[in-house]
């Protein structure tokens, strides 16, 4: 019969697509004054094309030290990370990060010309005209046309994280990185972002990689979910999350996976206060 294979892929079998993102064995470390502290030990993870890759821990567990990893800011002292089998070793256009803090935008900008600014300085774009229509299209999408020629100082809050993610998605990067980009928000509008997010996701198919110290955003804004241990971070579990939305908060499917997250980051803190009472 000839030499096919165990591995031989299977008549009619879907073809195995390659991760964008391939985070294997990464420790992470830095230096304040005083100590060197390890952020991540050894933690793997895989994030594919269009995937909301989700990074999910309490605070100190190396989420956004993973993220400023994943962008190049910071290099492993263990393990490997690979952007479309690349190695990573420094930032690149590539990957586009978004912000926790409302004030990531130049001030003496206007929200267009912030964005024209990056593409042009990014290498998208070498005209200006090209820019400026890349730049309205992204505008139009996060809903702040009107709002073009406005400066920082007169947006709320929401409002100038909708610059920033059309900003980042403007650039068209292999993969978005947001770093708690909501956190800072009122919790209506929190969800209002977090809607918008997903509604742009369903138009345009971006990968992105998320983090959050909140299980219920988690579950609303990740595909899949991977848990980290408290500090240094591990990685407790991985998470199918595609079944939620902000339509099935507080049924019992949802708050049985959010309590089963809850228990798995908590398992060990509990178990420590236990030993420490008995002893």
């Not at 742009?200 to 804004?221: G, M, N, P, Q, Y």
């Amino acid at each position: 019969m000839g030499g096919r294979t165990a591995g031989a892929a299977r008549a009619g079998a879907a073809p195995e697509v390659a991760p964008i993102l391939d985070v294997q064995g990464v420790t992470l470390q830095y230096k304040t004054k005083e100590h060197l502290i390890t952020a991540t030990y050894r933690v793997d993870f895989r994030v594919y094309p269009a995937d909301r890759f989700v990074l999910l821990g309490p605070s100190g567990c190396g989420k956004s030290t993973l993220l400023k990893g994943v962008a190049g800011f910071l290099k492993p002292v263990e393990g490997e990370i690979r952007l479309k089998g690349k190695h990573v070793d420094a930032p690149g256009p590539d990957r586009v990060m978004v912000f926790q803090e409302f004030d990531q935008l130049l001030p003496w900008k206007t929200v267009r010309q912030n964005i024209t600014f990056a593409l042009v300085n990014g290498g998208r774009c070498s005209r200006e005209r090209e820019a400026d229509e890349i730049a309205m299209t992204y505008i139009r999408k996060v809903k702040l046309s009107g709002f073009e020629n406005t400066y920082p100082h007169m947006l709320s809050g929401g409002m100038k994280q909708r610059v920033a993610i059309a900003r980042g998605m403007a650039m068209e990067p292999d993969i978005l990185l947001m770093d708690e980009p909501f956190a800072s928000l009122d919790a209506l509008t929190r969800r209002q972002m977090q809607e918008e997010l997903l509604a742009l996701w369903d138009e345009t198919r971006f990968t992105v990689l998320f983090v959050t110290h909140s299980i219920e955003e988690a579950l609303l804004v990740g595909s899949r979910v991977l848990v980290l241990s408290p500090h240094p971070g591990q990685v407790k579990a991985e998470l199918n999350a595609n079944r939620h939305s902000h339509a099935n908060v507080g049924s019992p499917e949802f708050t049985a996976l959010k309590t089963r997250i809850h228990n798995m980051l908590f398992a060990d803190r509990v178990l420590e206060e236990e030993i420490t009472r008995r002893g």
